[in-house]
């Protein structure tokens, strides 16, 4: 997967509670046999008001937020039925990070295993954030991982936590099986124990 070092770009906002997986990824996108074209379905029916009619209010949709690598997000975002789709969805609308005070479990599992990073902060610094997002003027947003901090266009900093071993696997663009060959050298030599101390099972 795509490593995270240094991500700057736009931010968005998308501040309601319990922003569930159907409403990221709607269920008639989830036909494919492969990933290609989710980032077209990613918030379907919130950015359409039916075929070729984008609704020009939804934040995605306007100019200032149109390329936005970074959202804002409500509490409990990724909510519902355990769709993989909507994180692809996500990464190919161009989003790498989500910032807010809570995620659904399997979601976050689902965004560390594809290279989308998941911050979560108090409330109060999660609702400066949004402000900021929510201002075309100064919606640019710099996230370091290495150094784990969000910079805003103004200068301020907030710095936040991440688990050591997530931090590390993202900033290497490992998923799960990368995480695995991570350990090839001591998998094989217990492979070679193993067969030397029970030879029949060769």
Do not use: Y
Not at 49 to 67: C, I, K, M, S, T
Not at 110 to 121: D, H, K, S, T
Not at 146 to 174: E, M, S, W, Y
């Amino acid at each position: 997967m795509q490593p995270f070092t240094i991500v700057t770009g736009p931010a968005a906002g998308l501040p309601g509670a319990n922003i569930d997986t159907d409403v990221i990824m709607p269920k008639q996108f989830l036909k494919g046999i492969d990933r290609a074209g989710l980032g077209e379905a990613v918030f379907h029916d919130l950015r359409h008001a039916g075929p070729g009619r984008p609704r020009p209010d939804f934040v995605l949709n306007r100019p200032e937020w149109r390329e936005a690598r970074i959202l804002v997000v409500g509490p409990n975002f990724g909510c519902g039925s355990s769709r993989e789709h909507a994180v692809w969805g996500l990464l190919q609308c161009g989003i790498r990070a989500l910032v807010g005070t809570s995620f659904a479990g399997i979601f976050a599992d689902n965004a560390a295993n594809n290279g989308l990073l998941l911050i979560e902060l108090a409330p109060g610094a999660v609702a400066e954030l949004a402000a900021r997002a929510a201002d075309p003027a100064g919606n640019r947003m710099t996230i370091d991982l290495p150094a784990q901090t969000i910079t805003t266009a103004d200068g301020a900093v907030q710095h936040f936590d991440i688990p050591a071993r997530r931090k590390d696997h993202l900033v290497r663009g490992l998923d799960a099986i990368g995480a695995t060959l991570d350990h090839a050298d001591a998998i094989r030599a217990f492979q070679a124990r193993h067969l030397a101390a029970q030879p029949w099972l060769a």
